[in-house]
T-cell receptor, first 115, second 114 residues
Framework: AQSVSQHNHHVILSEAASLELGCNYSYGGTVNLFWYVQYPGQHLQLLLKYFSGDPLVKGIKGFEAEFIKSKFSFNLRKPSVQWSDTAEYFCAVNPSGAGSYQLTFGKGTKLSVIP | GAGVSQSPRYKVAKRGQDVALRCDPISGHVSLFWYQQALGQGPEFLTYFQNEAQLDKSGLPSDRFFAERPEGSVSTLKIQRTQQEDSAVYLC????????????FGDGTRLSIL
């Protein structure tokens, strides 16, 4: 069974600081990778996804993530955070291929951006 | 709206009561998922439907948990004889087709068992 580790439980940054949230997964085969974001009081929203191809994936709101297969990592980055990025961020993985539907999530990283 | 709709948003029940949580997926979405999110944790898979067929219920924690989607649209998650450890947010997600990604999530139902 696959598992996902998010190393940072709570990250506090000032506006304009750069962000990198770590995500490592454990699974022996090929995977689809996702970052979801949950703003306060809102539902989980897809930030970006990786299925195949270019390992550098660009998502909404200036976020990007890089898949490094050798490190089983899919870290999320943003060059300059804004107060509105305050939210909880979840990394998720599911095995590629037909019949693979179950998402496995990390525990989440809470990001607080100070104006 | 066009998103996944869940009701009620909040549910408080006494230990031992039965509860039913409803999910209205995005219209036309074939796949439907239920997840359980405990406090401070990420969502954990409970069960998966493709249309009306429940193809995977491996994540249901006990036989007190039951889910159905009889007409391939609305789904209900039922918990019988609730216990305190059932307190969590229950999330529903849907996706367009059998490939199942990406999944679109509802706001969840926060269940508190007293």
């Amino acid at each position: 069974a696959q598992s996902v580790s998010q190393h940072n439980h709570h990250v506090i940054l000032s506006e304009a600081a750069s962000l990198e949230l770590g995500c490592n997964y454990s699974y022996g085969g090929t995977v689809n990778l996702f970052w979801y974001v949950q703003y306060p009081g809102q539902h989980l929203q897809l930030l970006l996804k990786y299925f195949s191809g270019d390992p550098l994936v660009k998502g909404i709101k200036g976020f990007e993530a890089e898949f490094i297969k050798s490190k089983f990592s899919f870290n999320l980055r943003k060059p300059s955070v804004q107060w509105s990025d305050t939210a909880e961020y979840f990394c998720a993985v599911n095995p590629s291929g037909a019949g693979s539907y179950q998402l496995t999530f990390g525990k989440g990283t809470k990001l607080s951006v100070i104006p | 709206g066009a998103g996944v709709s869940q009701s009620p948003r909040y549910k408080v029940a006494k230990r031992g009561q039965d509860v039913a949580l409803r999910c209205d997926p995005i219209s036309g979405h074939v796949s439907l998922f239920w997840y359980q999110q405990a406090l401070g944790q990420g969502p954990e898979f409970l069960t998966y439907f493709q249309n009306e067929a429940q193809l995977d219920k491996s994540g249901l924690p006990s036989d007190r948990f039951f889910a159905e989607r009889p007409e391939g649209s609305v789904s209900t998650l039922k918990i019988q004889r609730t216990q305190q450890e059932d307190s969590a947010v229950y999330l529903c997600a849907s996706s367009l087709d059998r490939m199942s990604q990406p999944q679109h999530f509802g706001d969840g139902t926060r269940l508190s068992i007293l």
